[in-house]
């Protein structure tokens, strides 16, 4: 499975920015679509995820300004950031939890990353 995000750019404190990735290639079924950041100085952070059944859980550090969504029929995972500050710049990346075929284990998939940078 192949994921490619699109949406990062330049945005000035308390903007908006939304971020997408679409999976394509072949496989069974995807469980779980999210996304995770990581700046110079910190490790790949958890920020949100959905489900298939579209449930969604965020990390603390996202909670009322992140919104996470899924798109089954486009394969799609869309990340709407409001409120931005400094602190959100980062490279983002799109997650997905690949099962390749019926009956096998899920696998994790990792887009490229997409650069999001807030000037203040």
Request: aromatic letters at 10%; one cysteine or more; hydrophobic letters at 30%.
């Amino acid at each position: 499975v192949q994921l490619q995000a699109s949406g990062g750019g330049l945005v000035q404190a308390g903007g908006s920015l939304t971020l997408s990735c679409t999976a394509s290639g072949s496989y069974f079924s995807i469980t779980e679509m999210g996304w995770y950041r990581q700046s110079p100085i910190n490790e790949r952070d958890f920020l949100a995820r959905v489900t298939s059944g579209g449930s969604t859980n965020y990390a603390d550090s996202v909670k009322g300004r992140f919104s996470i969504s899924r798109d089954n029929a486009k394969n799609t995972v869309s990340l709407q950031m409001n409120s931005l500050n400094s602190e959100d710049t980062a490279v983002y990346y799109c997650n997905a939890e690949v099962v390749p075929a019926e009956g096998l284990r899920s696998y994790a998939s990792w887009g490229p990353g997409t650069l999001v940078t807030v000037s203040s």
